[in-house]
Every structure is written in structure tokens, then in C-alpha cells.
């Protein structure tokens, strides 16, 4: 996985409340391999194109200031809805980074830290003032830091977040998270043990 | 004494491996369900050179994809699709893990398969990747959709959880005439909002719960995700019990069985246990409902209008709703009951079990749609069950197409979709844009009042239309 430390890029602005992962992108995408090229053009896929597959021109990420953006800044509830690892993808894939939100769908935001990518929660007054500064300057870039859990806005002020310490270490380190549980082995099986004599009408695994 | 606990936090705590210092917890999972959304986990799970823990723990299920035309892969409506099961079918497979396919005498959606095969029990904590787990909480079981986390759980059979702050929702009082489970929970979601239990567990309870048939309970767990939770939860009383007996997971009758249930007692929520937050519905003045809008927030009763944005304070709200009238075509003012709809669906996780399938057919017994419709059980063993009481003549005579068990149209992946611009009442639980098809356009009801529009070609109150018994 990659390591998340700091970021400076540029940053697109979605000004929607409640984005749903249909909208991300669509049901029917998600049984598209991941293979070449990846999701990244199937983000937001029925927003950016025409059903004949022309480029719409006023979606946000169409237009050339934001096209290399790997920020985006949201508002409530981004990425909310069907929980599909595909939203996630899509982003990676188109080059997104760090995502910057008053509040997300929570499968989205902890999807994101197993797959290099920070959500960032910022209250909504301060979520609506970047999205006000990368509308008056588009192609205007953020740094987000996660060392220092600040992000610096186009006018250079910092903005503190909090974050999860294990989420942290994961993104910091590029660790996967599966090789750090396993390290539990020894707890895991003396759970296990427990659970069997606790629960002993199920028919768990010996 | 110790402390006050309820339901969800007692589950919790008898799952719980390790409480880290990072405010996360280590939960240990019973069961796993993987539908053909699992592949870039099981992908995930080999690029690490790690094993699935405990294969016996876990189940595949093709519901997404599977055909409604037919049983078998050949039905499967295109090689695209047919592969994604293909590959659910390896995966499962090679990792010796039992899948309920596409021939299956239990063939079915996985929040059905769950509570039906006696896997989700009261206490034990069950995972799916899909977000409509919550559906299975209703049997006093923690179920939750991981989406990403599944190739985590797959490879440790354990996940890593921040604890859900609590909330719980009463619906005191009796439910009307006419008014569904459905209708008590779009109510709910309309009440709360759409992110109104972020980061929630809810627990339902009050006279109209303990009212409630488990299977009820069922559709009104299933949607707790459209208002934000984490999961919905019912603590198990009698009627689980009854429920649980003789499912081929379950315990078995006799010693089995008491042990079980004598267990299931003490999960009842403590008396004085603290929630975050608490709600409290009157069941009594509740209506049937039904959505205008692409968020299942937006339900009003059948006899009410399209709102108006003009009326809304919040900017960002107003924009919202200007956008969904727009996509879907009306004007704030009209009558509910006054739009016209192209097809109906009855079917998804919402909806699809025996009592939902009886009550709609209960409607359309004798009639004639005069619009499309198509009814697609939850399972196959609600499917066989329906025929065995001839609930499928009813729906064909009636004018209705009779599909195999899976999503089908609740989500539009395996073909089964509302064309661009049309208009559609379905007993599903999201009307997203675009989520039965690009440029679908949804309306959320339950199974009578899906059956009520089929008759009738428009949104109708089932309280206007007499019923036979
Ligand atoms: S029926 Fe719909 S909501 Fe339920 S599992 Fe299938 S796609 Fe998801």
C-alpha cells in the first residue's frame, strides 16, 4: 500500500451534499475489471459524460483547471449509500489522494485508509470556505499533512484534524492492516478457544 | 452490579479480542457472507500471501448478478455477468467455502440466506460486504456491511471497529390499517434524515416493534443504513425465538435449543442502559408512505404533495431537492397520488420474504395490472413456499412476470432495469438516481402499495382500495 505523509495538489470542489456512491460511480460499473486504466474514468462517471460518452463540460473535474486535481473537498455526507469498493477505486484511480469532507459514509471513509487514501473531516464552515477558495482560484492547491494532522488552505492558514491512530499508522507506514492483525495470533486463537466453549451451538471451525 | 448494558453493547463485548488504545476495537466475526462483490477482496487476500482464516465461517452467495429469467448460468443475462459468478465460484471454491449459486436449492439475496439458514441467531456478530447487513440485526444479531474491510475479515475472520455511539429508536402505539413495516421505517428515515444516525447503532423497540412479525422487523433493520446507522438491532424475544427453530445453522430442538435460548434471554437491553440519543414515534398517526425524491429521506404519506423548495431555509438543502424534482420530473404541489408510474417491482432485501409476497399478492388477487410488473422472491425457499401456496398464479393471472430468487431490479446488475425516464414503485430501499438503471426514476413503497400501483398506473393509497382477505 502506498504511504500517506504530506500532500500538496491541486484541489477540485464538490459542493453536493449527500454525493451517493451511485453517483461515484454507478452500480453497473462495478463488475468492470480493475485491470488497465483502472476505475479512475468510471468516477462520477454519469456527472462527468453524456450517455454517448462525450465529456460533460461543466462537471467540476472536466473542466482544465482541476483535471490533474488529487484533492477533492466535499460538504455532508460524501460518498454515502451503497457500499462499494469500487467509490473508493475510482478515486484512487483517477489520481485522488486525499479527500476532505464535512462528514462521510462511513464504509467510504474507513475503505479509504486500507487503500491510500486520507478522508479528512473539517467542520462544515471551514469545508465551505475551501471549496470557496478553490472556486475563486481554480487550480489553486492544499497541503494536507498527516504527520502534523493540519491542512494549509490557498491562503495559507492551517486547519487541525483528527484521525484515528491506527488508521494513522497505516497510511503513514503503508502498512497493510491484515499483516498488523495477524501479528495477534496468539490473542485471535485464545479468543477463539473461548468463543467455541462460550458459544457451543454454533458450529464454528475447529 | 455492574453497569447498565444494552443489546449491542453486550454483543460487543462478548466479541471483543482487543481493545486497542486507538479507540478501535478487534471484533471477532461468527459468520461472513460474500456475494460476487467479493472479488477484489479474495484478490486482495492472495496479493498478501495469506489464507482465508476460517473458510467454515464463511458463505458465498450469488444474488447481484443471478438471472430472474431462469436457475441456471446460461440464463445469466451476458458473459460480463456470467463471469463475475464465475469468479465468485473459484474464489469460493478454491478456498473450500460453501456457496449458495445460481442452481441452489437456497439460492437467494444473502440477508435472506442469513437469518433463513439459521446462521444469523441472537448474539452473534455477521458481516457482509453489502451495506443491507443491517437487515439481519433483527433477530437480535450485530450485522453490518464492510464493503472494503472484507479481504481483513476474510484473512483474520476478526475486523477492527470504532464502537457506534447508541441510539435508539421507540415506535410506541399501534400501527393503522394499511400502514406497513415499510411505512414505519421510511417514517423513520424521513424523521431522522438521511445522515440522522451517523455513526449509530439503533436499536428499535416500543409496542409496534414487539408488534411486529420477525420478518417485519426484517425490512425495518434493512433500511437503519438509509438514515446513516452503522447497523439496526431488535433484541430477540419470543417470536425469535419461534423463529430460530429448526434452521440448519440453528440449534438444534431439545438441549441444543434451551442452552441457546436461555443465552438469548440475558441480551435483552438493561433497564437504565444510556443511549446517545433516543426517538420516540407514534405508530398510531403514521400513514402509508412514499418517496419524491432520490434520497430515501424524502418520503411523505400517500396523501401529501410534492414539497416545495421555495420553502426550504437551508440553500443546500433546497438545491438538493431542486435537483430531484428535476430529475424526477415533478412539480412541487402535485398529489402523490396523482403521479403516474410505467412498472413496478416487488422484491430486494427490503421486501422479498413470504409475508411481503402474501400481502401483495393479498392486493392484486382477481385483478389486472395495467402496467408492468415484476416480483422476484428474496429466496428460493420463499420462492417454493410461494408456489406451494399459489401465490405466483396469483401474480401472473394478474398480469406480473414471476423471476428466480437474487436483487434483480433493487439494483439493476443483473439486467433487470427500469429503462431511462421511466418511472417506477418499487418495495426496494433506495431511489438513488440511477440505481435501478441510468436515468431510472424510483418511488419507495411497500409490498401493498407496489401492488396497489401496478392496478392502478399511478401511486395509489391502499387504504382506497378494498383488500380480500
Ligand atoms: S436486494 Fe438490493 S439492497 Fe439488498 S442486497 Fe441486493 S442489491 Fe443490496
Not at chain 1, 85 to 104: E, L
Not at chain 2, 173 to 196: F, N, T
Not at chain 2, 314 to 341: C, F, H, V, W
Request: one cysteine or more; proline letters at 5%.
Amino acid at each position: 500500500m502506498d504511504k500517506f505523509v504530506t500532500l500538496t495538489a491541486v484541489a477540485a470542489p464538490i459542493d453536493m451534499d449527500n454525493v451517493d456512491n451511485d453517483q461515484v460511480i454507478p452500480a453497473r460499473l462495478m463488475r468492470k475489471p480493475r485491470g488497465d486504466g483502472g476505475y479512475g474514468r468510471y468516477l462520477f462517471h454519469d456527472l462527468r459524460f453524456n450517455a454517448d460518452g462525450g465529456e460533460k463540460p461543466d462537471f467540476v473535474l472536466n473542466r482544465p483547471a482541476y483535471r490533474g486535481a488529487k484533492i477533492i473537498v466535499a460538504s455532508h455526507n460524501y460518498a454515502c449509500g451503497s457500499s462499494r469498493i469500487g467509490a473508493v477505486y475510482a478515486h484512487y484511480d483517477f489520481g485522488i489522494r486525499a479527500v476532505i469532507a464535512t462528514s462521510f459514509g462511513d464504509v467510504f471513509f474507513n475503505n479509504c485508509f486500507k487503500n491510500g487514501i486520507l478522508p479528512v473531516r473539517l467542520p462544515a464552515a471551514v469545508t465551505a470556505e475551501l471549496r470557496r477558495q478553490l472556486r475563486a482560484r481554480p487550480g489553486a492547491t492544499l497541503t494536507v499533512d498527516l504527520e502534523r494532522q493540519t491542512v494549509t488552505d490557498t491562503a495559507g492558514a492551517r486547519h487541525e484534524f483528527s484521525v484515528d491512530s491506527f488508521a494513522r499508522r497505516c497510511l503513514l507506514g503503508g502498512l497493510s492492516d491484515i499483516a498488523l492483525t495477524l501479528e495477534r495470533e496468539k490473542e485471535i486463537l485464545a479468543f477463539e478457544e473461548r468463543h467455541r466453549r462460550s458459544f457451543s451451538w454454533l458450529p464454528l471451525q475447529r | 452490579m455492574s453497569a447498565p448494558l444494552t443489546l449491542f453493547e453486550k454483543i460487543w463485548k462478548s466479541h471483543t479480542i482487543v481493545e486497542d488504545e486507538g479507540g478501535q476495537t478487534l471484533l471477532y466475526i461468527d459468520w461472513l457472507l460474500c456475494s460476487e462483490g467479493s472479488s477484489h477482496a479474495f484478490e486482495m487476500v492472495r496479493r498478501q500471501g495469506v489464507k482465508v482464516r476460517r473458510p467454515q465461517q464463511v458463505f458465498g452467495v450469488a444474488d447481484h448478478y443471478a438471472a430472474s429469467g431462469g436457475p441456471r448460468m446460461e440464463d445469466v443475462v451476458d458473459e460480463e455477468r456470467r463471469n463475475m459468478i464465475r469468479v465468485l465460484e473459484r474464489n469460493t471454491g478454491e478456498a473450500g467455502i460453501r456457496l449458495f449459486g445460481l442452481g441452489d436449492p437456497y439460492r437467494g439475496i444473502q440477508h435472506l440466506l442469513g437469518p433463513e439458514q439459521g446462521l444469523t441467531q441472537p448474539g452473534v456478530i455477521i458481516l457482509c460486504g453489502d451495506s443491507h447487513t443491517s437487515t439481519q440485526g433483527a433477530v437480535g444479531a450485530l450485522a453490518f456491511g464492510i464493503g472494503g474491510e472484507l479481504a481483513h475479515a476474510l484473512a483474520t475472520q476478526t475486523i477492527w471497529q470504532r464502537k457506534p455511539k447508541k441510539m435508539r429508536v421507540r415506535v410506541e402505539g399501534r400501527r393503522p390499517r394499511g400502514v406497513s413495516a415499510k411505512d414505519v421505517i421510511l417514517a423513520i428515515i424521513a424523521r431522522l434524515g438521511h445522515g440522522g444516525a451517523l455513526q449509530h447503532a439503533i436499536e428499535y423497540d416500543g409496542a409496534a416493534i414487539r408488534g411486529m412479525s420477525v420478518e417485519e422487523r426484517m425490512t425495518v433493520c434493512n433500511m437503519s443504513v438509509e438514515a446513516g446507522a452503522r447497523l439496526g438491532i431488535i433484541g430477540p424475544d419470543e417470536k425469535t425465538f419461534e423463529y430460530m427453530r429448526n434452521r440448519p445453522y440453528g440449534p438444534k430442538d431439545g438441549a441444543e435449543l434451551d442452552t441457546a435460548v436461555a443465552y438469548w434471554k440475558t441480551l435483552a437491553t438493561d433497564p437504565g442502559a444510556a443511549f446517545d440519543k433516543e426517538e420516540v414515534i407514534d405508530a398510531a398517526r403514521l400513514s402509508p408512505m412514499v418517496t419524491w425524491g432520490n434520497s430515501p429521506e424524502n418520503a411523505v404519506p400517500i396523501d401529501g404533495i410534492v414539497p416545495d423548495p421555495a420553502h426550504e431555509a437551508d440553500e443546500q438543502k433546497r438545491a438538493a431537492m431542486e435537483r430531484s424534482l428535476e430529475y424526477m420530473d415533478l412539480r412541487p404541489g402535485t398529489r402523490m397520488r396523482d403521479i403516474r408510474i410505467d412498472q413496478v417491482f416487488i422484491g430486494s432485501c427490503t421486501n422479498s420474504r413470504i409475508e411481503d409476497l402474501r400481502a401483495a399478492a393479498a392486493v392484486v388477487r382477481g385483478r389486472r395490472a395495467v402496467v408492468p410488473g415484476l416480483v422476484v422472491p428474496g429466496s428460493t425457499q420463499v420462492k417454493l413456499r410461494a408456489e406451494a401456496e399459489g401465490l405466483d398464479r396469483i401474480f401472473r393471472d394478474a398480469g406480473f412476470r414471476w423471476g428466480e430468487a437474487g436483487c434483480s431490479m433493487c439494483v439493476g446488475m443483473n439486467g433487470d432495469n427500469v429503462p431511462e425516464g421511466k418511472r417506477c414503485a418499487s418495495t426496494s430501499n433506495r431511489n438513488f438516481r440511477g440505481r435501478q438503471g441510468r436515468g431510472s426514476r424510483t418511488h419507495l413503497v411497500g409490498p401493498e402499495m407496489a401492488a396497489a400501483a401496478a392496478l392502478t398506473g399511478r401511486l395509489t393509497d391502499i387504504r382506497d382500495l378494498a383488500v380480500e382477505g
